[in-house]
């Protein structure tokens, strides 16, 4: 049978596309006020675009002071220089104790203040860390569920927030929000992307979840296993290697 050919002659073609434009061009010249908005429509998206921006980055410089100014000041009344990576405990347990608890509620509470920022995140982290040294177990989980909740989307410090949350979840014996937490985590962009998928895999062995395992292992070998623990790695390949024959 012969094919058709529905296609339009070169010359019909362009003599529709010629009218095409044509009929825009009046339609445009009679309706200048429709196009005038239009066009104040897009500028004005673009500009509250650019100003959102712009906004957001000062709300973040605001932040990130704010909590770097709360952080120098808890290194002071510990004894230590500023930007110091070591605090030296002091001599008075009690006084170390009662600072760490301090500057933990300062941290939260700067974060509170500047609520969806990358530093909020880093501060209630670090408070975690103050809260967690002073044994006060439940503090330093709800200040780490706050930072993986409260986080930026997207963001690299919502991938550190949501695995140390995940964390925080497999020591509270809650394998499956951990999980969870880990996988969140591993959907972000991030050094530990492959890492956090590989722990996501591990939660989901030991829950039993054999082909979600593997299938989370997978994906981060794709990205690169080579900061995933050894041990870690050896059992998703055992795991693989138990598979039962297809017939």
């Known amino acids: 049978m012969a094919r058709r050919n529905h296609s339009l002659p070169e010359t019909e073609l362009v003599e529709n596309i010629d009218s095409v434009f044509e009929r825009a061009a009046a339609w445009v010249a009679g309706n200048p006020q429709i196009v005038l908005i239009?066009?104040?429509?897009?500028?004005?998206i673009a500009a509250a675009a650019g100003v959102a921006t712009t906004l957001r980055g000062r709300s973040e410089q605001a932040a990130q002071a704010a909590v770097a100014t709360v952080h120098d000041a808890y290194l002071t009344a510990m004894g230590a220089s500023p930007g110091a990576s070591d605090v030296p405990e002091p001599a008075n347990p009690e006084l170390g104790k009662r600072t760490r608890a301090e500057f933990a509620a300062k941290l939260l509470d700067a974060a509170k203040q500047h609520e969806g920022s990358v530093a909020a995140v880093s501060a209630r982290l670090?408070?975690?860390e103050f809260l967690e040294q002073n044994g006060d177990a439940?503090?330093?989980?709800?200040a780490r569920e706050l930072a993986a909740q409260q986080a930026p989307?997207?963001?690299?410090?919502?991938?550190?927030?949501?695995?140390?949350?995940?964390v925080a979840l497999e020591v509270k014996g809650d394998l499956a929000g951990a999980a969870k937490a880990f996988e969140s985590a591993g959907e972000i962009e991030s050094p530990a992307q492959a890492l956090a998928l590989a722990d996501a895999a591990r939660c989901q062995a030991q829950?039993?979840?054999r082909d979600r395992a593997l299938e989370l292992y997978a994906r981060a070998e794709k990205l690169g296993v080579d900061e995933v623990p050894v041990h870690v790695k050896q059992r998703l390949i055992e795991l693989r290697g138990s598979a039962p024959s297809k017939p």
């Open 153 to 166: 989307p997207g963001a690299g410090a919502s991938a550190v927030a949501l695995a140390r949350y995940a």
């Open 126 to 128: 670090e408070a975690a």
């Open 138 to 142: 439940e503090g330093a989980f709800a």
């Open 38 to 44: 239009g066009l104040g429509a897009l500028i004005a």
């Open 207 to 209: 829950l039993g979840n």
